[in-house]
């Protein structure tokens, strides 16, 4: 029976030990010389156990259970450690690991190998011949003698030790090799050893016919290079020599260049007709171009992203005020990408591979992402961790900056390239009507180029920029095409990937640019354009946002640029709320701006005269901007000033922002035969005494005049409810205007305006002055939701009302008014008309002291 042998560990590193054989041992851990020197001063025995790590401390964890009891030969000290060589003599399993002295120790049981039934068994004995050729082929593809390959594996009989022999001296892994030390079963060794062998001598073939093939390729390049030679001798005898150095600068430049298959074989097609052609012939210059092209494109550039959501948030807050939605929203977008990028770095730096399909975009994203642009094989692998953080981060939206101009979508775009260390790229579509605008001209055209993705990609010079496609609701159409049309595969992460402009005729990659959109009306956009975009809203900014915009940037930048920097010039609170009120008249801050530059233009010229009093103690007040300015030039609509019968506020909002408009209404009753005035919109109505008649003025538009037809016909129809007399509802005619005349009005959203105004002036009821409203109304009186309520509110705000009627539905936009503005508001949800009336008309009691007293005030006058 097995005795147990207490016995010093060696642990080796990146190598395992087999019976039988000798291998020489580098020892230098202080462990290990321990074990080393306890085993000297026995009977040199130590049990040699391979690591499943290169940890530098050893410890029984790491190490395999299964090892060999190896003799210690020869042992050579230096002063970097010990070198020494171990004879393998017998299989052992740790049954027990120690520490002793500083040293680990084993207690080893001797491991029987499994000897096979029957020695002379016809498989077996063919399986022994077979591994002993395939050894022997192996020895003899490695550049070993023949002699000394015979000789070395005949000294060994024995088929267990054979596959012992054969098995240290193949190249495995540690984790192979340990799996034979710990196989038992000779027969089951030896058919292991088999197929790793064979493994071997197919790697060899296949590497002596890769050389073979390189070796062919070389004398073909060398024949080559030998015949290029002779025709550059040729070409610089007839003077074509400055065209051959173009040519070949130029093919070194292109071979320097990672291109697709596709794009490699067009290039090299083409480069072979231009050495064919002619210098100056017209497809040689042709072809030169379309190259020229090809190199200066980013196939793979890349600029590294920084994803640092401090440092975003602070260039945002930097270059704009307010917006905190938008920036939430950008925040989120960088956010989302930091993240990923990190999953994606994690599995590249673990599994050294990430598969190509995790980096595609999936069908039910619900945020149009914009794919990776990987293959249709799901065993595609990216290991190169920069590649697939890039890849990674092209997923995720597309945005569509949409809102009024000057509110600052492009600058805002700029800012997320600044933030994210990219590129920076913008493209005009505004009145582009032409599908070559995007993908270009095909080169058969004489003065053909790219489109202006492909452009503005040589310009970016990354594959990665931050592309703003700016005014894309401002795209035209012509027998030309549809550049929208075309716009659908830039912008859609299933196809981009492979993007195709017609001058250069190869697939570009556009999957990793972060394309921005911007637009000022979003019901211009096809809907299979929009419907790849996420809709980002920016609304118009409050006159306080519009102030502290001005102090923070604009004034800074309007005297920088005046010359007054240093000179102690001033703007106070009360010069820059001028500025906003009575010179400009927006959504943005674009006039804004201009206005500041035209009084510090004024003051720079005072200062450049020699003017000693520029401005009093270098402050800017009111009464300076008027002086500069002179009158104000902007004359809003404000809150009446007194509640009057027949005039009601309704609310609008265009992409210049929101404002309040007045509705009149005017009632005259019929008498005799008197015709309705011409131009009138007669109609039915439930009164008694004949025909009703409706007219219409201020430039309305169809479903602006529908609704005041809805609103009359309601009016008349519930008269008795509404508390209008029975007198007012006989032939009459009632006239609806809304000013400005010479401007063109419609939309739903002042049904509730016109009925108001109607149920005014028919019932003889003022309507409160501080009171605009807003919402579609139908023939029923129910009133339906609106949009563009925020823009709404502000203008009423800016225009000094007070109370806000809205649709019921609207009321959760409430949310988005400004607090500042909500605080100075009160808010009036409502369903149907009746509630309307009852918040917007002065109630009866009120109204009739108001009368008397007016009466009594006339009389006195009279």
Not at 134 to 146: F, K, S, W
Not at 453 to 460: F, L, N, R
Not at 681 to 700: K, R
Not at 850 to 856: L, R
Request: aromatic share 4%.
């Amino acid at each position: 029976m097995a005795q147990r042998q207490l016995l010093p560990v060696l642990p080796l590193r990146g190598t395992v030990i087999f019976p039988g054989l000798t291998a020489p041992i580098s020892a230098g851990r202080p462990a290990t010389l321990r074990a080393i020197e306890a085993a000297l001063k026995g009977d040199r025995l130590v049990f040699a156990v391979a690591q499943r790590d290169n940890a530098e401390e050893p410890t029984p964890d790491i190490l395999y259970s299964m090892g060999v009891i190896a003799r210690i030969g020869q042992i050579q000290r230096g002063l970097g450690g010990v070198q020494l060589l171990l004879q393998g003599e017998q299989r052992a399993t740790a049954l027990q690991y120690s520490t002793t002295d500083g040293y680990l120790t084993a207690v080893t049981l001797p491991a029987e190998e499994m000897s096979p039934i029957d020695e002379h068994d016809p498989a077996f004995e063919a399986l022994h011949k077979e591994t002993r050729e395939r050894a022997g082929e192996l020895g003899e593809r490695r550049g070993l003698p023949e002699e000394v390959v015979h000789q070395v594996l005949d000294s060994v009989t024995e088929p267990g030790r054979f596959a012992d022999l054969v098995a240290g001296y193949i190249d495995l892994s540690v984790p192979e090799k340990q799996g034979l030390l710990e196989t038992l079963s000779v027969e089951e060794r030896l058919r292991r050893v088999l197929v790793h062998v064979q493994r071997q001598v197919g790697l060899l073939e296949a590497q002596e016919d890769i050389k073979s093939q390189v070796q062919e390729e070389l004398g073909e390049r060398q024949r080559e290079m030998y015949l290029r030679e002779q025709l550059k001798a040729i070409q610089k005898e007839l003077g074509d020599d400055d065209q051959s150095k173009e040519i070949t600068e130029l093919r070194e430049k292109l071979s320097k260049l990672e291109l697709p298959k596709d794009a490699r074989a067009e290039v090299e097609r083409e480069l072979g007709r231009l050495e064919r052609s002619g210098r100056e012939s017209m497809e040689a210059q042709v072809i030169r171009t379309y190259l020229e092209w090809i190199a200066e494109l980013p196939w793979n550039t890349r600029s590294d992203d920084q994803l640092d959501l401090k440092r975003a948030s602070s260039i945002l807050d930097e270059d704009h005020y307010g917006l905190q939605d938008v920036k939430d929203r950008v925040l989120e977008f960088l956010a989302v990408r930091e993240l990923r990028a990190r999953q994606i770095e994690d599995e590249v730096r673990e599994t050294g591979e990430v598969p190509a399909a995790k980096l595609r975009p999936t069908t039910d994203d619900t945020l149009a992402p914009n794919g990776a642009g990987a293959t249709d094989d799901d065993e595609d692998k990216i290991t190169d961790a920069k590649e697939a953080k890039a890849r990674a981060m092209a997923r995720g939206p597309i945005l569509l900056f949409n809102g009024p101009p000057g509110v600052g979508k492009t600058s805002i775009a700029k800012s997320i390239a600044r933030a994210l260390g990219r590129e920076y790229v913008r493209v005009s579509l505004g009145g582009a009507r032409d599908e070559a605008d995007i993908r270009g001209h095909r080169r058969t055209y004489v003065g053909a180029l790219p489109g202006r993705v492909i452009q503005g990609m040589k310009q970016a010079g990354t594959k990665n920029p931050v592309f703003l496609l700016d005014e894309v609701d401002k795209l035209g159409q012509s027998f030309q095409g549809d550049p929208a049309s075309a716009l659908l595969e830039v912008l859609d992460p299933a196809q981009n990937d492979s993007f195709t402009d017609h001058y250069l005729g190869v697939p570009f990659d556009l999957s990793e640019v972060l394309f921005i959109a911007t637009s000022n009306f979003i019901q211009n956009i096809p809907g299979p354009l929009l419907d790849r975009m996420e809709v980002v809203e920016f609304a118009g900014y409050t006159e306080r946002e519009k102030a502290q915009i001005a102090r923070k940037y604009l004034i800074p930048r309007q005297i920088e640029e005046s010359g007054l920097a240093g000179k102690g010039i001033e703007f106070s609170d009360d010069a820059v709320m001028s500025v906003v009120t009575n010179y400009t008249r927006e959504s943005g801050v674009r006039q804004l701006e201009r206005q500041l530059g035209a009084v510090a233009r004024k003051v720079a010229r005072r200062v450049a005269t020699g003017d000693e009093e520029v401005v009093a103690d270098g402050v800017i007040d009111a009464d300076e901007v008027r002086a500069l300015l002179g009158r104000p030039k902007v004359h809003p609509e404000r809150a009446q000033e007194a509640n009057e019968v027949g005039i009601a506020a309704g609310m609008y909002y265009t992409p210049m922002g929101g404002d309040i408009m007045f509705v009149e209404a005017s009632i005259r009753r019929y008498y005799g035969n008197q015709p309705p005035e011409p131009g009138s919109v007669a109609a039915t109505a439930g009164g008694p005494g004949g025909p009703v008649s409706l007219i219409l003025t201020g430039q309305l538009g169809d479903v602006m005049k529908e609704s005041a037809r809805a609103a009359f016909t309601y009016a008349t129809n519930n008269a008795a409810l509404l508390g209008i007399p029975r007198d007012r509802l006989g032939a009459i005619e009632a006239h609806i205007h809304v000013p400005a005349g010479a401007i063109p009005k419609d939309g739903p959203s002042a049904g509730i305006a016109i009925a108001t105004a109607l149920v005014s002036e028919m019932s003889d009821r003022p309507v409160r002055r501080d009171v605009a409203m807003t919402g579609e109304i139908t023939l029923r009186g129910r009133v339906l939701p609106i949009g563009g309520l925020k823009e709404k509110v502000l203008g009423a705000h800016r225009a000094g009302i007070k109370h806000i009627i809205l649709p019921k539905a609207n009321e959760p936009d409430i949310e988005d008014v400004p607090e500042e503005v909500r605080q100075d508001l009160s808010f009036h949800p409502v369903e149907t008309l009746e509630e309307v009336l009852k918040i917007a008309l002065v109630p009866e009691k009120d109204a009739q002291a108001v009368a008397e007293k007016e009466e009594t005030v006339g009389a006195g006058a009279s």
